[in-house]
Structures are given as C-alpha cells and as structure tokens.
C-alpha cells in the first residue's frame, strides 16, 4: 500500500469527518450486540422457566417482552448509526474524489508540451477517471468496512472471550488460514488490476484517436481494420477482465466456508459444554449468533482486499503522473508594463525525443511595436521560435530577454497574459461561437467581441449562420470551414488586447481578398502591439517592418521586402515562385 500513501494528505485534510465516522461505526457496532446477548438471556430464561417446579408465567412473558422491546429499540438505533456511518464516510470519499480529480487536472495543465507529446490522450482521461474512481472505492467503501469489520471483530471477539474464553479459542482458529489466503490472493488481484488498468487505458486512447480521425477513417475506407484494432484491444481487455475475475471469485466462497467451519466448531465444542454444564444454553446461542454475524464483515474482508489492491495500482498509476515536474518553472515576477521588445542571444533548441536541433544560435532583436515577418521551408525552426517566446519550450542555449530582462525572471501568466498567440492549427471547443472567441478574455461584452470578428473578416459569417454567436461548434469546430477556424481563433486572441501578437501561419486557409483586409485591419489595431507573422505567403510579410528568413534552425536572411526581393535566395525564389503562380 506504498501508492496509498499518497491519499495520506486527504486523510489527514478530513480526520474531523472520519473520526466521526469512527466513533458513529463503533456505537453502531455496540448497539447492535444487544440482540445476540438478549437472545441468549431469553434462551437461558426460558430454559430456566421450564425446569421450575412452579413456573410464574406472567414473570417469563414480562422479561421476554421486555428483552423483545430493546431488541427492537437497540436494532433501531444500531440501523441509525449504520445511516450516519454511510453518510459521513461515503460523503468524505466524494469529497477526496473531487479534490483528487482537481489536483491531477490542475497538475496536467502545468505540465509542459513534451509531456502531451509522450503520452496518449486516452491513458490521461483513464487515470482521471477510471483510476480515480477506483481509489474513491478505497477511500469510501473499503475504509467504511474496514473500520466496520475491525470494530465489529474486536467488540464482539473481546466479548466472547469475557464469557467463554475456550470456546472462542476453538471458534477463530480459521482465522490465520483466512488471512494467510488473502495475503495470497491479494498479491495476485494487484498485478492482475495493474494490467486491467493498462488495456483499459489503450482502449480509451485507440477510442479517441478513432473518433477525432473518423473523417480520415472514412475517406481511406479504414473502418474494418480500425474496428479489428479495437475488438483485438476488447478481447485483450476481457481475457485480463477474466483473469482478474476468477481470482477475485475464490474469496467469497473460502469466507463463507471458513465461516461454515466456524459454526461446526461452536455447535460441536460448545454443545460438549452445555452438555457438561459448562456454559449455559444461551451462550451457546449467543455464539452461533456471534458467528453468522461476522459471516459478512468476514465475507466482505475479500471484497475490501480487491478494492485496495486495485486502488494500489490504479493510484501507483496516478502517482506516476503526479510526479512528473513541468520542465517550465514560473520567475519570481517582474514589477514592470510590459511593452513588447523581444532579443534571443544565441538561441538553440534541441528537442529530447527526437534530438532535433530545431534553433541553432539564433540570434535577433525585436522592437517593441514592430512588424516581424518570419518565413522559411518547413521545419526551418518558425514555430520553434514562436513556442520560445511562449515559453512552452526553454531554449537549451541562449537567453531570450522580454524588455531588456531574462524571459525567466517573469511569472508564467505575466508572459502569456501579454501575448495573443494563434497556432498554426487552431483549436476550438465544444462551444457557441461567442464563448469560443471570448475564451481569450472573459469578462468582454458582446460588442467587442463582434468589433474582434470584424478585424478577423468573420463578423458576416457568424451572423449569416441560424443561431449567429450562439451556434454550437463541434468538436474542433467540424462543422465550420478551415478558414472561418482560423478567423474565429484570431478574433480570439484579438479580444485579449496583448502587447504581443504571435500569428503562426494562421491564414493558410483564406483567400487573398480576406487575407488582406485581415492585414490591413492588423495594422490598424496593432500600432503599439509587437505583431510576429509566420507564413508560407510572401504577401502576408510584405509590409512588415522587418522578415526573417529561417532555414534549418537558422537565420539566413533578413531585412525589408524591397531589400529582400533583390536578394538572391531563398526569399527571392519563393517570391518570383509565387508571382508566376498568381499568388499575391
């Protein structure tokens, strides 16, 4: 239960909650021994009754209604403690569930981009929901009859001792067997839930790679071989099922037959004693009462046993994630408006995975309010340097400064909260219109987010849809062209008012006419806004202030578009290239 102990801080967060619990369980417990012990005093009384010479009657008939009416009594509030016991456990492992599934998402959105690029998008939503209600079984249900059945065992064995010390001797000797066999079993249950999680995890990601992609599925007409992908995943996911299962089926069966011999035992030993006049007739009914009535916490010790070796792999899993450390750390902060001026000082990236070297010693300085203008071949190393800035990457030589001052120094949100940035593939949500755009700001009315759509060249688009701002994207926005994602996506980061505006090859799927009037109105709104353009298209570029021309993770050409046009190089080729193609 190493995994296990990770939870220890929850405990500890909610000992009031549980302690009470505890307390609740115990009182419960103690109520409901009355009715073995009356039992067995009305059994002793009515024994005695028959063996009078003179029998009163009405003096049996009055102890037996009285030994019957705290039956009742002590069954009802033994029944009502049991209500509260489950109302605050149970409660206690919702709440730990909740805050459990929070740190972990918390957690995964401070982990940087190579993580996302080393794990599988099903295996994260399996560990925080398949892995996390397998742990809140643990924290609830297990802890509840954990408490439940220790209590029980200690209040009812300690009893029995009290009044018949050798025959409760005689009464547990199967106990070692039992807990022999769930040592046993235990160890098997945990390997075997381990790799249960695991092709569920594989399940869920070949799931969800199928349905992002069905589009590409359908048109290559990949559907049976897609589908014999996840039957062959369903059937490894079942033979582990099974595997598990047929462990887990031994426990109950050797419970209830440990218990069974338990019974044997009372009626045979205890019988002996009542027939010697050791014990009373209704202590040898208080046993088998006793007996039976750890049948279920005995039976249940199991089931307890499965949960948290599930629970021990499902958190060993969770506990894997939780400690991987984003490689991105936030600054101290800097007491300072930001106003945009960007230098990278012999800049390289190389990225781990791949050990592609992306950026090699670039080195550029960036005017605040400027127009930067960045092309090249793809995988020259553009939105490289765009993710640097972002700081979604830390170069792996070199220094990138924000106003004169290391880019390190500054908090996370002190960066990004300065920058609109579109990615080369937007993403848009499972929203209407409007809450997509004023994703990138909030608190932002209605008017300026359609002033935003107009500056993307969306505005008439949106309203020309039935439900205009409140239409409903699907995922990804499937259901809305190439081009109207992209200007969607820059209307997004248009309403954040950044001091820094990264547009990364995000007019690849408008027309000329639209890409201009996008330009033009860029140009207008972002007087003061450090603006870095990457694009394919020399006629996005034109009229930046500066373009750099990367190739092979390096600056090798840069300057106006009139100086760059004369130039022989690549810039040169691509423009005369696109001249003849009739690109503008």
Known sequence: ???????????????????????????ARIFSLFAPRLIGNS????????????????????????????????????????????????????????????????????????????????DLMNRISEDVGKVRMYVGPAFMYSINTVSLFIIVISYMISIAPILTLYTILPLPILSFTIYKLSRVINVKSTLVQEVLSNMSSSAQESFSGIAVIKSYNLQNIIYKGFNDLAVESYQKNMSLVKVQAWFFPLMILLIGCSNLIVIYIGGNQYINNEIEIGVLAEFIIYVNMLTWPVAVVGWITSIVQQAEASQKRINAFLKEQPEISDGKGVNKFIKGEIELKNVSLIYPETQIEALKDVSIKISAGSTIGIIGNIGSGKSSMLDLICRLYDPSKGTISLDGIDIKEYTLDQIRGNIGYIPQNAFLFSESIENNIRFGAQEIDLKDIKEASNNAAVHENIISFTNGYETL?????????????????????????????????????????????????????SGNKTTLIVSHRISSLKHADKIIVFENGKIVQQGKHSYLIDLEGYYKELFEKQQTDGVK
């Not at 990770?6 to 009182?27: A, D, E």
């Not at 709440?95 to 740190?103: C, G």
């Not at 995000?506 to 027309?511: G, I, P, T």
């Open 473 to 525: 994207l699907g995922e990804r926005g499937v259901n809305i062209s190439g081009g109207q994602i992209q200007r969607i996506s820059i209307a997004r980061a248009l309403i954040r008012g950044s001091k820094i505006l990264l547009l990364d090859d995000c007019l690849s799927a408008v027309d000329n006419d639209t890409e201009e009037e996008i330009l033009n109105n860029l140009k207008k709104i």
């Open 43 to 122: 059994l002793t009384a009515v024994e005695k009754y028959l063996q009078l010479e003179n029998p009163n009657f009405e003096k049996i008939q009055y102890i037996l209604m009285i030994n019957i009416l705290i039956i009742i009594g002590a069954t009802l509030v033994s029944g009502f403690f049991t209500f509260l016991m489950r109302q605050t456990i149970i409660n206690v492992s919702r709440f730990i569930e909740f805050d459990l599934k929070n740190e972990i998402f918390w957690h995964y959105q401070k982990l940087t981009q190579r993580f996302y690029k080393n794990n599988k998008t099903g």
């Open 1 to 27: 239960m190493k995994a296990l102990k990770y939870l220890n801080k929850y405990f500890y967060k909610y000992r009031t909650k549980l302690f009470l619990g505890f307390l609740i369980t115990v009182i």
